[in-house]
C-alpha cells in the first residue's frame, strides 16, 4: 500500500491535469456556443493557452491551501 499523502510534485502534476481540462472544457463550450449562431454571425474561438492553464491551476491551489 502507498502513501495515502501526495508530494508537492504529485499534487501540483494533478492540478495541472485538473487545470487543462477545465479549460479545454471552457473551450469546448464556446466552440458549441458559436456553431449554434446563424452562419454568418458565428466568430472563431481561440485556442487556450499556458498563461490560460497556469491561471487556472493557480486558482485549484488556493483552493487547496486554503485552511
Known amino acids: 500500500m502507498g502513501s495515502l499523502t501526495k508530494s508537492g510534485y504529485e499534487l501540483r502534476s494533478d492540478i495541472l491535469g485538473m487545470a487543462i481540462g477545465i479549460?479545454?472544457?471552457r473551450i469546448q463550450?464556446?466552440?458549441?456556443?458559436e456553431y449554434l449562431k446563424?452562419?454568418?454571425e458565428r466568430q472563431g474561438v481561440n485556442p487556450y493557452t499556458t498563461e490560460d492553464v497556469l491561471e487556472e491551476?493557480?486558482?485549484l491551489l488556493a483552493f487547496v491551501n486554503r485552511k
Open 23 to 25: 479549460v479545454e472544457s
Open 29 to 33: 463550450r464556446k466552440c458549441e456556443n
Open 38 to 40: 446563424p452562419e454568418g
Open 57 to 59: 491551476a493557480e486558482k
